[in-house]
């Protein structure tokens, strides 16, 4: 049976957490769970090419004006009512979402179904686009960037997974990363020659706020650091194989060795992410020509696939950086300061694609993605 792709959407934040997390602790292989506390962000999901078999939605959450999709099972949530049938509607106890109605659930849509052990996602009719966002300086925001960059993607309805490959991984500022399962029991399967299509279908982490897909960073840093540049296109080539998403961020060191090499050749898009401040206006000259003698050394050639994309830009600052042309790509995505981002911690603010920041995001992105 296919993994039954559920929605819940309600005010209550708290609820909402409590039920999305009871979900994928004892349902992670028979449900995808997305989950919404704001009624603009859901119906921007519902509107997009997104499959929905089941809908759990509060009263407060449903308007005259959202979007319906013709195959979706809706449960309207309240208190103290359970399957109570009301001009069409369904019911459902919100406190009453537990193991007997979600067996209930499985067994109504693997009803008719020839085989009710399959649990495998079938592959889709994709080419997988792998965007890789890459700095050679340090303290850019080429997380942020790559992290809101998946963000948006997911909420234009595209299937998401966000790769990090950094050495030290910031992920578990913006994810959820406490499961036992991570990045290290994947590279190990990659040494050993095992399917690795499967093992990333094992391991990894969906985010209930945003659907987007990620591993919980390697328990040991040098399972990582002793990947070579063959392994690392395995990996990638394996997301490829397994037609399961339209778009993989990937997210990198900003070493420019073997394994760095090895992920710009493989990647479709580069984004090379620059800062305008001080150091990176010290640093970004230097930075260019140095870039330029190991592309050359290494026979890399980024024409027709590389992006330079300024952060915290400010037109009032009158600095060298955006001056930069790095294989001949002069800068030409400026995203603008957030005042206040870096000091924030958790992912309220730091996945925010609102304002001029997420403009400049969508401005980004949009080159890459076909809806």
Request: charged share 25%; with cysteine.
């Amino acid at each position: 049976m296919r993994r039954l792709n559920l929605v819940i959407a309600d005010t209550d934040e708290v609820y909402v957490q409590n039920v999305v997390n009871y979900l994928l602790t004892n349902y992670l292989q028979r449900l995808q769970v997305s989950s919404f506390t704001k009624q603009e962000l859901l119906y921007d999901f519902l509107s997009g090419l997104n499959r929905v078999d089941v809908l759990l939605i509060s009263p407060d959450m449903c308007s005259e004006t959202m979007p319906k999709k013709s195959d979706t099972k809706m449960f309207l949530l309240t208190q103290g009512e359970t399957s109570v049938k009301d001009e069409g509607r369904d019911f459902i106890d919100k406190h009453q979402v537990g193991d007997e109605f979600i067996n209930k659930l499985l067994d109504m849509f693997s009803e008719g179904e020839e085989d009710a052990v399959i649990l495998e996602e079938p592959a889709r009719d994709i080419e997988t686009k792998v965007v890789a966002i890459y700095s050679p300086i340090g303290g850019t925001g080429k997380t942020t960037i790559a992290i809101n960059s998946a963000v948006y993607c997911a909420k234009k309805g595209l299937k998401v997974f966000y790769l990090n490959l950094e050495t030290f991984q910031s992920t578990p500022l913006f994810f959820n990363c406490k499961s036992d399962r991570n990045l290290s029991e994947l590279l190990r399967c990659l040494k050993q020659g095992e399917n690795l299509g499967t093992k990333i279908k094992e391991i990894r982490q969906i985010d209930p706020d945003c659907n987007v897909h990620y591993f919980v960073p390697p328990e040991d840093i040098i399972d990582l650091k002793e990947t070579d540049s063959r392994e690392i296109k395995a990996l990638i080539d394996a997301f490829r194989s397994i037609r399961l998403y339209d778009i993989v961020i990937l997210d990198m060191s900003s070493e420019l060795n073997d394994r760095n090499i090895a992920l710009l050749e493989t990647s479709d898009e580069v984004v090379m992410v620059l800062a305008q401040d001080a150091v990176s206006n010290i640093k970004a000259e230097y930075v260019s020509e140095q870039l330029e003698k190991l592309f050359a050394r290494y026979g890399l050639d980024l024409s027709g696939k590389l992006t330079v994309a300024l952060n915290r830009y400010n037109f009032h600052m009158a600095l060298e950086v955006d001056t930069v042309c790095i294989n001949d790509e002069a800068v030409s995505v400026y995203i603008p300061s957030v005042p206040g981002m870096t000091a924030v911690k958790g992912n309220a603010q730091l996945t925010d694609i609102q304002g001029d920041f997420g403009a400049s995001i969508e401005e980004l992105m949009d080159k890459y993605i076909k809806l």
